[in-house]
Structures are given as structure tokens and as C-alpha cells.
């Protein structure tokens, strides 16, 4: 396993600006979850797909965000209009059919919103 | 809603030293799943150790153990013989949802490892 990778690692933007993340889960992992994590805070769950389907989004999520998975592989997260409190640590998540209870975490993209 | 709550903001011990971190969860469900997550500075999470809520003995991953008590709805993790290595902070985590095993995290405990 190669591990699950995040790019950007660190994004500052300023208010209003669009940013987009990408996840790349480990290959043969079908199960994708974004998750944000403030300052002092456990991580809080954003969306889930399975394989490229979006199953479930959290009310975290409003309209300004959008993710895609296409062909199930890698995931985008994109933030439109970013605010400042949308500065935050958000951190990809995969796992496999077999045993999904094992969430393997990237290294997360920390976003700064000034 | 499933709640999970962590009392303690920072802990400390001393090398070769054993520590408990503490947890409580609220469910109403029967059937789920408790983590200990560790992220270390500026690092990645990673899993240090599940417990089944249907499994009745404790889960254990070498010095790393856990004391699960399903009716008091407590789920803490000891670290026996404290390494340099185990500072991080630590989150204690719930699921409970089969088809999306999307993770409540408590709020962390701050684990330092004193020379």
C-alpha cells in the first residue's frame, strides 16, 4: 500500500476564492469519506462514496462544497466562495469492502482562508 | 445522534510508565464498532485499535489495550510501558453504520510523554 495521498497539503486563499482538493485513495480501496477537522476538534464527517457513487452528505456540507469520485478512483473536493470560517484541516479517509471499519487517513489538506 | 465524549484535554506520564485515556459514547443502537485513533504532530491518523460492541473481551494491540464497558457505555485505552513515540493525540471514535462507516470522533486527549 502506497497510502492514501492529499494534494494540496497547505492552500491559503483569500475570502470568496474557489479552492479544490484531491484525494487519492489507496488502490484498491472502493470506500472514500472526507472528513474536517477544526482547531481543538475531532474530525467531523463531510461525504461518503462508494466506489464513484455519493452516498451520503453530512448537513456540514452546504451548497458551496461539492465532491466528485469519477470512475471511483481519486476524489475531488471543491469549496466555492470560500469563507473564512471554512479555514480548517480536511482529511480523506478510504477503506475496502472486506473490512471497512478500517479508515486509512491521509495526511490532510490544511486550508487557510484570509 | 450518536455523541462521543473525551473529558480529558491533556494527559502526561512518564516513560515506561502506563496511562488510561477515557471515553464515553451515547447510542441507542446495539450493534457497533469503537476506535482509538492516534495523530501525531503534523502526521496522519492512524488506527491504534477497534473493539466489536458484540465481542465481550477486550481488544488489545500489543501495549495499547481496552477496557469496554457496553452498559456503562465507556470505552478507555490504556498504553502500557509509555514510549517517546506514543506522544500524539489520541481520538476515541464510534460507527455504527453499516453501508457508510463514516466515523464520530470525541474531541482528543493530548497525550505527553515526559522523559
Known amino acids: 500500500d502506497t497510502g492514501v495521498s492529499q494534494n494540496p497539503r497547505h492552500k491559503i486563499t483569500k475570502r470568496g476564492q474557489n479552492v479544490t482538493f484531491r484525494c487519492d485513495p489507496i488502490?484498491?480501496?472502493?470506500?472514500l469519506y472526507w472528513y474536517r477537522q477544526t482547531l481543538g476538534q475531532g474530525p467531523e464527517f463531510l461525504t461518503y462514496f462508494q466506489n464513484e457513487a455519493q452516498l451520503e452528505k453530512s448537513r456540514l456540507l452546504s451548497d458551496r462544497f461539492s465532491a466528485e469520485r469519477p470512475k471511483g478512483s481519486f476524489s475531488t473536493l471543491e469549496i466555492q466562495r470560500t469563507e473564512q470560517g471554512d479555514s480548517a484541516m480536511y482529511l480523506c479517509?478510504?477503506?475496502?469492502?472486506?473490512?471497512?471499519?478500517?479508515?486509512?487517513f491521509g495526511p490532510g489538506t490544511r486550508l487557510t482562508v484570509t | 445522534a450518536q455523541t462521543v465524549t473525551q473529558s480529558q484535554p491533556e494527559m502526561s506520564v512518564q516513560e515506561a510508565e502506563t496511562v488510561t485515556l477515557s471515553c464515553t459514547y451515547d447510542?441507542?443502537?446495539?450493534?457497533?464498532?469503537l476506535f482509538w485513533y492516534k495523530q501525531p504532530p503534523s502526521r496522519q491518523m492512524i488506527l491504534v485499535i477497534r473493539?466489536?460492541?458484540?465481542?465481550?473481551q477486550n481488544a488489545t494491540e500489543n501495549r495499547f489495550s481496552v477496557n469496554f464497558q457496553k452498559a456503562a457505555k465507556s470505552f478507555s485505552l490504556k498504553i502500557s510501558d509509555s514510549q517517546l513515540g506514543d506522544a500524539a493525540m489520541y481520538f476515541c471514535a464510534y460507527t455504527g453504520n453499516f453501508g457508510n462507516e463514516k466515523l464520530t470522533f470525541g474531541t482528543g486527549t493530548r497525550l505527553t510523554i515526559i522523559p
Open positions: 488502490s484498491e480501496h472502493n470506500r
Open positions: 447510542t441507542s443502537e446495539s450493534d457497533y464498532y
Open positions: 473493539q466489536e460492541a458484540y465481542k465481550q
Open positions: 479517509a478510504s477503506s475496502r469492502d472486506r473490512d471497512p471499519y478500517e479508515q486509512y
